[in-house]
């Protein structure tokens, strides 16, 4: 992405993308309306009004389609600003909202001070395509959950119970539990969900096959206890370029891992985490932080520090904990991506020894 400037460009036009066509309002560095009108939200209509005319500013929202136009937009020489949408209340608040006047306000904010659009940057064509692939097995898992809660509460409601298993196991443990008559319209959803389990093993294998040959960087991260192919190449994939932040810190930021801020005055509310960013990531690394807090996850200082915070008690202490966890996971995650080191899981812990001998 171009450094933005505060200078007005001489043209600004903004575009609110459609499924079918898409509004442009084209603005003068006077901040006067030049055009409107609407073109398709196709490639060739996008050349044929954007290819070979003076470089400008164009700002579109965030959507489904903003990935291929921008990446268009920008290979014919003009600089896109992609605008997020949690900064476009003035927008969706408007008591006038309609595509035109959208594309409207996205060319005057876009004219005045881009940086008041949080402007985000999309991801190369082969990071999407690679990242979809992890996509399209978290949909499948979250269908199977679904389908899984609905088999339960079904036999539940007739007086039944399925035995605790695991939702790998679950079809099979299930088929000889279901109530007699439950066979029949039950049957076929455990059916379905077996081809689901199925499903989900080959691309897991996929994954782990993507991140061994094509990213294996993944193996800096998989260094951490509860770190797996998916978690390490969802989120190598999802940070793209490492060295877009200045500090590891701010990576559990970008995520939607850090607290929401409301203070006034000498309030200062403890409120829940911004949730910005990329939710599968986000929900994966909680995923991580579970197991690290977990019996099962070795002794490290992630799991010492998280223990810790969640033995201080309060309401919601040890989800609150969870939550630090993975925030300091993140962290951590891109520390080791960066330099390359190798993982001590109790590195803090033994300095604070050596320095108190």
Request: charged share 25%.
């Amino acid at each position: 992405m171009n450094d933005l400037t505060t200078a007005p460009p001489s043209v600004t036009i903004g575009i609110d993308l459609g499924d079918r066509y898409c509004r442009l309002c084209v603005l003068d560095q006077s901040g006067d309306i030049l055009e409107e009108g609407r073109i398709p939200t196709t490639e060739t209509a996008l050349r044929r009004r954007f290819q070979g005319s003076e470089s400008v500013r164009i700002v579109l929202e965030v959507g489904t389609h903003s990935p291929w136009v921008s990446r268009l937009l920008t290979d014919l020489g003009h600089e896109v600003i992609i605008a997020n949408p949690r900064k476009l209340r003035l927008i969706y608040e408007n008591d006038s909202k309609n595509d035109q006047v959208d594309a409207e306000y996205l060319a005057r904010i876009g004219r005045l001070d881009p940086r008041l659009l949080a402007p985000v940057q999309h991801r190369r064509l082969d990071t999407q395509a690679d990242l979809s692939l992890i996509r399209s097995r978290d949909m499948l898992v979250r269908t199977r959950a679904k389908l899984v809660n609905h088999v339960r509460g079904s036999v539940k409601s007739v007086g039944g119970r399925i035995p605790k298993c695991s939702t790998r196991a679950f079809a099979g443990k299930a088929a000889s539990s279901l109530p007699e008559e439950m066979q029949q319209p039950l049957s076929q959803m455990l059916d379905l969900i077996e081809i689901i389990t199925g499903q989900i093993k080959e691309f897991d294998v996929q994954i782990a096959r993507l991140a061994d040959e094509k990213y294996p960087e993944t193996e800096l991260l998989r260094q951490v206890a509860g770190v797996g192919p998916i978690t390490a190449l969802t989120y190598l994939l999802t940070i793209e370029d490492p060295y877009r932040f200045k500090r590891s810190r701010e990576v559990g930021s970008y995520l939607g891992l850090r607290p929401r801020q409301g203070d006034s005055g000498d309030i200062q509310p403890q409120l829940r985490v911004t949730k910005a960013g990329d939710g599968m990531t986000r929900r994966l690394l909680v995923q991580s932080a579970h197991y690290i807090l977990g019996p099962f996850g070795p002794d490290c200082d992630l799991k010492r520090w998280g223990l810790t915070l969640a033995e201080r008690g309060g309401k919601n202490a040890k989800r609150r904990a969870v939550v630090a966890v993975a925030r300091k996971l993140s962290v951590l995650l891109h520390h080791l991506w960066i330099t390359g080191e190798v993982y001590e899981p109790l590195f803090n812990a033994q300095r604070e020894v050596s320095q108190a001998a």
